[in-house]
């Protein structure tokens, strides 16, 4: 699985190849692969069905622990179906909706690492990895909803949700740090084991507000609920895929996850059910008030993160059977709908709802899936969406805190959600025809297929419930409950559920009656809303780029010496504060010097002594050619042969460096007046005599046996080589020489590039010396 | 600015070029068990180039190398320090952990190391020739 | 030998910290070169100095004959005297280009990004 994942990578980066051979069947051609991969992991269902967990582990960092290990449960499994299954059938969506755009390859790249990256993120059972995956699909979440990059709110959006994204990205890895410290663990198998322990730990309470703003940024909690709609901006595919059936759920998936680990604690329970219940209905009450197709659903998928996270936050058995029904049936429904708005958008050329009508006589068949999806998610029977809700609403009402305010709120979510629903079908499909930018046809078959095939799994599993024990039984197995007794099925008898759910079906078709005049109600609150998160969103970016701008102006004034200055100091500050105050240094020695030694060494300080005070170039170079020497003949003196030769031949080709090129340069001059030199001598003297402290102490400390020792005695009989220099270059220390010749090729390529790549500029001297000559 | 064709310099070069050219293959073959190696190799190959382009000029200096460009031999080189990484990988040990093979009938002791050697090899070669050689023809085409 | 070596790398240092802090370029450039030659003195000799030592092991030999001169500082240094080379001809050839086009030896008319 793990190769299979890497290998989506690949497949991924050969998009555009793929394209240059099939052409406008790519996305099908692509879709076998996540196609495969839900068979295989229907292949595995019969042990994932009877509780038991897969454990694929790959080393990949062992030195630290991190392993590339795939722990495919019940939970996991669950979400790698929804992800790769939606994912094909979004694949196959976008060959018809991208149908000979510019840039499908590019499109495709990045939606196929996405789909591996989220595939990874629910099936790693490492902290590290499932955090690199994390990232790496708020990356390609950003790269997707900037895909029309000509236009400038998509950018901006992209920046937004990357930015809410990221942001929490790095909250949560502090906190998968804090919880990998206290657990001692990196697996989450291992953590999930140990929950008492993370409970009672000091860090728990930092390291919870860490992992959930994480998990709240992700999945568009509020107040980090704004980036969402604005997210709508990407293609529908991509609105369909990531922003309501995978991505935006890896923070509901992550506190899954967690739940046996960290959850069930008062604080856990409080934070989850409010945020949770508060995002629900504020997700429903924004939807009411668009009329643009995508921003509807998009509000309302705010609404069911909200639900899920508070479904979790509830916390007891009936609450997590019903996240699980619920996470289930909102994939399936919203995904579809997603779908028909990118349709209904294809082939309107709007995504105004006031703005279509009567579109059942043009696209039957489409009118019939829209209706199905949006029966779901109304919660109306036969659907899974009924299932979900009732599931849901029976959890709330046994919920042990703040059930009346949870209650209040789920129950105007629930009456606003079906507004929403019949907004999102009536208003388009029925009702008097209307005159649209495009004149409207049938959708192609690629592109109704997803949405046919998620509207009838709605409808199918709606009937038939039942199917669906083994799974959530698995699921919630996961989750920290042992054994639950689970038997979903439509008809629970009357009870309360059922009777609030017809009260909301009333009050819901009342608002939908009234829907223009709720909408001009609710836009008085403008201005209200205006002072939302996002405003203070906006005024965090403008204070940032504020506060840059004037720590640039102060830190980067533009002078060379300035910096220079700064660095200097600051290290002569350091340095000197640890070895005169922390290690007093001790300086005894004996001198031991011969005399040719002596001299060798004279003559080096002198070369550079004399670099400093010469008047001209040649005098310069030749004075540093000396010091170059002399410090060749040290090296040879004391024992390192390989250095003298080495500092000899780079001396030689440093001074025809020279000649080459400083003398191409200009001659000496004095800019400075006496004072600046007076101040540099001093700091120079404090620098060289703190270096020379600094030698003198390091010899007389001896904190650490060198590593060296190991290097000499393994030399012959491991590395097969004498020459313990160069076994140390090439052997032992490959890797760095391997960076170094790198860095030697970059510096070689950029010489190149400085001296070569400047043909506008010369071309226009040579256009000028042509003039002169036809002028002359 | 450099002028060429003195006589001493031109027989010199011509005469030296093919023994340093040696002697720098010979200290890169050594150069695991006495003094040398990739590096000190390198230069020395890189220093009987820049003798010869004194001599005789850059273009004198393209033919003598043919058809290899200094830049080519700055992508061999680091190729062959990125391949060397590899057998170990295949032998299931980790990245860099240097194989030896003894030739037979020779009695030579190859090593992914001596590939990687002569990988630092040409990349020092080439980054030294490529950075000389440039700086030259820039010289040469201003005045 | 060890601290008449210490005090010589200090006044190289002392010589290319002066040398950095001049508006002229091209001093930049030499203060530059003194000082990766005084930091390579600086590594060299910071594991001690051992005369007529070299670290090779003769033929035949599983080890080395005695003490012999710390391997590791020297490995270091090596690269770090080729890379010094490739880093000192790219900022002499980078201030090649930078005189060409701001006509000037004076760090401070250099403060522009756009010129």
């Given at each position: 699985?793990?190769?299979?994942v890497?290998?989506?990578?690949?497949?991924?980066?050969?998009?555009?190849?793929?394209?240059?051979?099939?052409?406008?069947?790519t996305p099908?051609v692509?879709?076998?692969?996540?196609?495969?991969?839900?068979?295989?992991?229907?292949?595995?269902?019969?042990?994932?069905?009877a509780g038991d967990?897969?454990?694929?582990?790959w080393?990949?960092?062992?030195?630290?622990?991190?392993t590339?290990?795939f722990?495919i449960?019940?939970l996991?499994?669950?979400?790698?179906?929804?992800?790769?299954?939606?994912?094909a059938?979004?694949?196959?969506?976008?060959?018809?909706y991208?149908?000979?755009?510019?840039?499908?390859p590019?499109f495709?790249?990045?939606?196929?690492?996405?789909m591996?990256?989220?595939?990874?993120?629910?099936?790693s059972d490492?902290?590290v990895?499932?955090?690199?995956?994390?990232?790496?699909?708020?990356?390609?979440?950003?790269?997707?909803?900037?895909f029309?990059?000509?236009?400038?709110t998509?950018r901006?959006?992209?920046?937004?949700?990357?930015?809410?994204?990221?942001?929490?990205?790095?909250?949560l890895?502090?906190g998968?740090?804090?919880?990998?410290?206290?657990?001692?663990?990196?697996?989450?198998?291992e953590?999930?084991?140990?929950?008492?322990?993370?409970?009672?730990?000091?860090l728990?309470t930092?390291?919870?507000?860490?992992?959930?703003?994480?998990?709240?940024t992700?999945?568009?909690?509020?107040?980090?609920?704004?980036?969402?709609?604005?997210?709508?901006a990407?293609?529908?595919?991509?609105?369909?895929?990531?922003?309501?059936?995978?991505m935006?759920k890896?923070g509901?998936?992550?506190?899954?996850?967690?739940?046996?680990?960290?959850?069930?604690?008062?604080?856990?329970?409080?934070?989850?059910s409010?945020?949770?219940?508060?995002t629900m209905?504020t997700g429903a009450?924004?939807?009411?008030?668009?009329t643009?197709?995508?921003?509807?659903l998009?509000?309302?998928?705010?609404?069911?993160?909200?639900t899920?996270?508070m479904?979790?936050?509830?916390?007891?058995?009936?609450?997590?059977?019903?996240?699980?029904?619920?996470?289930?049936?909102?994939?399936?429904?919203?995904?579809?709908?997603?779908m028909?708005?990118?349709?209904?958008?294809h082939?309107?050329?709007?995504?105004?709802?006031?703005?279509?009508?009567?579109l059942?006589?043009v696209?039957p068949?489409?009118?019939?899936?829209a209706?199905?999806?949006?029966l779901s998610?109304?919660?109306l029977?036969?659907?899974?969406?009924f299932?979900?809700?009732?599931?849901?609403?029976?959890?709330?009402l046994a919920a042990?805190?703040?059930?009346m305010?949870?209650?209040?709120?789920?129950?105007?979510?629930?009456?606003?959600?079906?507004?929403?629903a019949?907004?999102?079908?009536?208003?388009?499909?029925f009702g008097?025809r209307?005159?649209?930018?495009?004149?409207?046809?049938?959708?192609?078959?690629?592109?109704?297929a997803?949405?046919?095939?998620?509207?009838?799994?709605?409808l199918?599993?709606g009937?038939?419930?039942g199917?669906?024990?083994?799974?959530?039984?698995?699921?919630?197995?996961?989750?920290?409950?042992?054994?639950?007794?689970?038997?979903?099925?439509?008809?629970?008898?009357?009870?309360?559920?059922?009777?609030l759910s017809?009260?909301?079906l009333?009050?819901?078709a009342?608002?939908y009656?009234?829907?223009?005049?709720?909408?001009?109600?609710?836009?008085?609150?403008?201005?209200?809303?205006?002072?939302?998160?996002?405003?203070?969103?906006e005024a965090?970016m403008?204070?940032v780029?504020?506060?840059?701008?004037?720590?640039t102006?102060?830190?980067?004034?533009?002078y060379?010496?300035?910096y220079?200055?700064?660095m200097?100091?600051?290290?002569?500050?350091?340095?000197?504060n640890?070895?005169?105050?922390?290690?007093?240094p001790?300086?005894a020695?004996?001198?031991?010097?011969?005399?040719?030694?002596?001299?060798?060494?004279g003559?080096?300080?002198?070369?550079?002594?004399?670099?400093?005070?010469?008047?001209s170039?040649?005098?310069?170079?030749?004075?540093?050619?000396?010091?170059?020497?002399?410090i060749?003949?040290?090296?040879i003196?004391?024992?390192?042969?390989?250095?003298?030769?080495?500092?000899?031949?780079?001396e030689?080709?440093?001074v025809?460096l020279?000649v080459?090129?400083l003398?191409?340069?200009?001659r000496?001059?004095t800019?400075?007046n006496?004072?600046e030199r007076?101040?540099?001598?001093?700091?120079?003297?404090?620098?060289?005599?703190?270096?020379?402290?600094?030698?003198?102490?390091s010899?007389?400390?001896?904190?650490?046996?060198?590593i060296?020792?190991?290097?000499?005695?393994?030399?012959?009989?491991?590395?097969?080589?004498?020459?313990i220099v160069?076994?140390?270059?090439?052997?032992y220390?490959?890797?760095?020489t391997?960076?170094?010749?790198?860095?030697?090729?970059?510096?070689a390529?950029?010489?190149?590039?400085?001296?070569?790549?400047?043909?506008?500029?010369?071309?226009?001297?040579?256009?000028?010396?042509?003039?002169?000559n036809?002028?002359? | 600015m450099?002028?060429?064709?003195?006589?001493?310099l031109n027989t010199a070069?011509r005469?030296?070029?093919?023994l340093q050219?040696?002697?720098?293959v010979?200290?890169?073959?050594r150069?695991?068990?006495?003094?040398?190696?990739?590096?000190?190799?390198?230069?020395?190959a890189?220093?009987?180039?820049?003798?010869?382009?004194?001599?005789?000029?850059?273009?004198?200096?393209?033919?003598?190398?043919?058809?290899?460009?200094?830049?080519?031999?700055?992508?061999?080189g680091?190729l062959l320090?990125?391949?060397?990484v590899f057998?170990?990988w295949?032998?299931?040990?980790?990245f860099?952990?240097?194989?030896?093979?003894t030739?037979?009938?020779?009695?030579?002791?190859a090593?992914?190391?001596?590939i990687?050697d002569?990988?630092?090899?040409l990349?020092?070669?080439?980054?030294?020739?490529?950075?000389?050689?440039?700086?030259?023809?820039?010289?040469?085409?201003?005045? | 030998?060890e601290?008449?070596?210490?005090?010589?790398?200090?006044?190289?240092?002392?010589a290319?910290i002066?040398?950095?802090l001049?508006?002229?370029?091209?001093?930049?450039v030499?203060?530059?070169?003194?000082?990766?030659?005084?930091a390579n003195?600086?590594?060299?000799?910071?594991?001690?100095?051992?005369?007529?030592a070299?670290?090779l092991?003769?033929?035949g030999m599983p080890?080395?004959?005695?003490t012999?001169?710390d391997?590791?500082?020297?490995?270091?240094?090596l690269?770090?005297?080729v890379?010094a080379?490739g880093?000192l001809?790219?900022?002499?050839v980078?201030?090649?280009?930078?005189?060409?086009?701001?006509?000037?030896?004076?760090?401070?008319k250099?403060?522009?990004?756009?010129?």
């Amino acid at each position: 699985m793990q190769l299979a994942v890497m290998g989506g990578f690949i497949l991924a980066g050969m998009a555009p190849l793929l394209h240059h051979w099939f052409g406008a069947r790519t996305p099908l051609v692509m879709a076998i692969l996540p196609l495969s991969m839900a068979m295989w992991l229907m292949g595995q269902w019969p042990t994932i069905a009877a509780g038991d967990v897969l454990l694929l582990e790959w080393a990949w960092v062992p030195a630290l622990g991190i392993t590339l290990t795939f722990l495919i449960d019940g939970l996991a499994w669950l979400f790698a179906m929804l992800i790769t299954v939606i994912g094909a059938l979004v694949l196959i969506y976008t060959g018809d909706y991208l149908k000979g755009h510019r840039d499908l390859p590019r499109f495709l790249v990045v939606i196929v690492a996405f789909m591996m990256s989220m595939l990874g993120l629910v099936l790693s059972d490492n902290l590290v990895t499932l955090f690199v995956f994390w990232e790496l699909t708020s990356i390609t979440s950003y790269l997707l909803i900037g895909f029309n990059h000509t236009d400038l709110t998509a950018r901006k959006s992209a920046q937004q949700g990357l930015f809410v994204t990221v942001a929490g990205g790095l909250a949560l890895m502090a906190g998968l740090v804090m919880l990998g410290v206290a657990g001692g663990s990196w697996s989450l198998s291992e953590l999930n084991a140990m929950g008492d322990v993370l409970r009672e730990h000091d860090l728990y309470t930092p390291l919870l507000i860490c992992v959930l703003l994480g998990a709240f940024t992700k999945s568009a909690q509020f107040p980090f609920h704004f980036w969402l709609p604005n997210a709508m901006a990407a293609p529908t595919p991509v609105s369909a895929y990531l922003h309501s059936a995978t991505m935006v759920k890896a923070g509901i998936y992550l506190l899954a996850r967690l739940q046996p680990s960290l959850g069930g604690t008062e604080m856990w329970i409080i934070i989850l059910s409010v945020v949770g219940a508060f995002t629900m209905f504020t997700g429903a009450f924004l939807a009411i008030r668009n009329t643009n197709v995508k921003k509807l659903l998009a509000y309302s998928t705010v609404m069911a993160l909200g639900t899920l996270t508070m479904l979790l936050g509830i916390g007891t058995e009936g609450a997590l059977i019903a996240f699980v029904t619920f996470l289930l049936a909102h994939s399936l429904y919203k995904g579809a709908l997603f779908m028909v708005a990118g349709i209904l958008d294809h082939e309107t050329g709007t995504k105004d709802v006031t703005a279509m009508g009567g579109l059942r006589h043009v696209m039957p068949k489409t009118t019939l899936v829209a209706c199905i999806a949006a029966l779901s998610l109304a919660g109306l029977p036969p659907l899974l969406g009924f299932v979900g809700k009732e599931l849901m609403l029976e959890s709330v009402l046994a919920a042990d805190h703040f059930d009346m305010l949870i209650l209040m709120l789920a129950f105007i979510a629930a009456f606003l959600t079906l507004a929403v629903a019949a907004v999102m079908v009536l208003k388009p499909f029925f009702g008097k025809r209307r005159e649209t930018p495009k004149t409207p046809h049938e959708a192609p078959t690629g592109m109704l297929a997803g949405p046919a095939m998620l509207a009838t799994l709605s409808l199918l599993l709606g009937l038939m419930p039942g199917v669906l024990d083994s799974l959530v039984t698995a699921t919630v197995e996961q989750m920290g409950v042992a054994g639950p007794d689970v038997h979903l099925a439509l008809w629970h008898g009357i009870n309360l559920p059922l009777i609030l759910s017809l009260v909301s079906l009333a009050l819901g078709a009342l608002v939908y009656r009234h829907w223009d005049r709720v909408r001009a109600r609710l836009a008085r609150l403008d201005p209200l809303l205006a002072r939302g998160p996002e405003a203070g969103y906006e005024a965090l970016m403008a204070w940032v780029v504020v506060f840059s701008e004037w720590q640039t102006r102060v830190l980067q004034n533009g002078y060379m010496r300035n910096y220079i200055l700064v660095m200097i100091l600051t290290l002569i500050a350091l340095i000197g504060n640890s070895l005169l105050l922390r290690h007093a240094p001790q300086l005894a020695f004996h001198l031991d010097v011969q005399f040719h030694e002596a001299v060798v060494v004279g003559m080096m300080v002198m070369g550079a002594l004399f670099a400093t005070i010469a008047r001209s170039r040649l005098g310069a170079v030749v004075s540093v050619g000396i010091m170059g020497f002399s410090i060749a003949l040290t090296f040879i003196q004391f024992s390192a042969p390989d250095l003298g030769i080495t500092q000899l031949l780079v001396e030689t080709l440093t001074v025809i460096l020279l000649v080459l090129v400083l003398f191409r340069l200009p001659r000496f001059s004095t800019l400075s007046n006496p004072l600046e030199r007076v101040r540099d001598v001093i700091v120079a003297g404090c620098m060289g005599g703190m270096i020379t402290l600094l030698v003198l102490t390091s010899w007389s400390i001896d904190q650490f046996v060198p590593i060296s020792g190991y290097m000499i005695e393994n030399s012959v009989p491991l590395a097969h080589g004498r020459n313990i220099v160069n076994v140390i270059l090439v052997d032992y220390r490959s890797l760095d020489t391997l960076g170094e010749i790198f860095v030697l090729a970059l510096a070689a390529i950029g010489v190149f590039a400085m001296l070569k790549f400047r043909a506008p500029e010369r071309s226009v001297k040579q256009g000028a010396a042509a003039k002169e000559n036809a002028d002359g | 600015m450099v002028k060429s064709g003195t006589i001493i310099l031109n027989t010199a070069a011509r005469l030296m070029m093919p023994l340093q050219l040696l002697f720098s293959v010979f200290l890169l073959l050594r150069g695991h068990d006495e003094p040398g190696g990739g590096f000190i190799a390198g230069l020395v190959a890189a220093g009987a180039f820049t003798l010869y382009l004194f001599a005789f000029g850059v273009s004198a200096t393209k033919q003598v190398l043919r058809m290899v460009d200094p830049r080519d031999l700055i992508g061999v080189g680091l190729l062959l320090g990125m391949v060397s990484v590899f057998p170990a990988w295949f032998m299931g040990q980790a990245f860099l952990t240097a194989q030896w093979w003894t030739i037979p009938i020779i009695d030579f002791k190859a090593s992914t190391v001596l590939i990687f050697d002569i990988g630092v090899y040409l990349a020092v070669l080439g980054s030294v020739l490529a950075m000389v050689m440039t700086l030259m023809e820039v010289d040469k085409d201003e005045p | 030998m060890e601290p008449l070596m210490a005090v010589a790398i200090g006044l190289l240092y002392a010589a290319a910290i002066f040398l950095m802090l001049r508006r002229s370029i091209v001093k930049l450039v030499i203060g530059l070169m003194l000082l990766s030659n005084a930091a390579n003195l600086l590594i060299f000799t910071s594991a001690g100095m051992t005369r007529g030592a070299p670290p090779l092991i003769p033929d035949g030999m599983p080890g080395p004959l005695g003490t012999i001169a710390d391997p590791l500082p020297q490995a270091v240094v090596l690269t770090a005297i080729v890379i010094a080379f490739g880093v000192l001809a790219f900022a002499v050839v980078l201030i090649r280009r930078a005189y060409e086009i701001v006509k000037a030896d004076d760090l401070d008319k250099m403060k522009d990004t756009d010129t």
